[in-house]
């Protein structure tokens, strides 16, 4: 992948939710229920700032605590005459800190629309 030139004149976004967080605030609006193993279900999250909104965000349980993923598609590949199936990212971030600090905002967010859809919620 090759590097994206960004004009002098650009600024980074400030944070919006604390000194910490790179990212502005994130709501959660829906939550889908669907449990197996990790996966707690899928959620549609809202960045008001951004105008924009997510849809089938999974949102996983483990003993590291609460993580969301962005959505993925899964497509067919074939390889030797066998097909198999991949997940691909429909949506990525530039650095991994920028995800881990969405997944953690979206977790906070989800975590407070449906509570009881988590084992420490019960």
């Not at 502005?24 to 700032?49: E, K, V």
């Not at 800190?97 to 009881?116: E, G, K, N, W």
């Amino acid at each position: 992948m090759q590097a994206i030139a960004i004009p002098s004149r650009y600024q980074p976004p400030q944070p919006l939710n604390g000194p910490q967080s790179p990212l502005p605030p994130i709501t959660c609006i829906a939550f889908r229920p669907q449990r197996s193993g990790s996966l707690r279900g899928f959620a549609t999250l809202h960045i008001p700032m951004w105008r924009c909104r997510i849809s089938n965000c999974a949102v996983f349980e483990n003993s590291n605590g609460i993580s969301v993923a962005m959505p993925v598609w899964k497509r067919e590949v074939t390889r030797e005459g066998e097909a198999t199936q991949q997940w691909q990212a429909i949506l990525e971030f530039d650095e991994p800190r920028l995800l881990r600090a969405f997944s953690d905002a979206a977790a906070i967010a989800v975590r407070a629309y449906a509570p009881t859809a988590f084992d420490g919620g019960r």
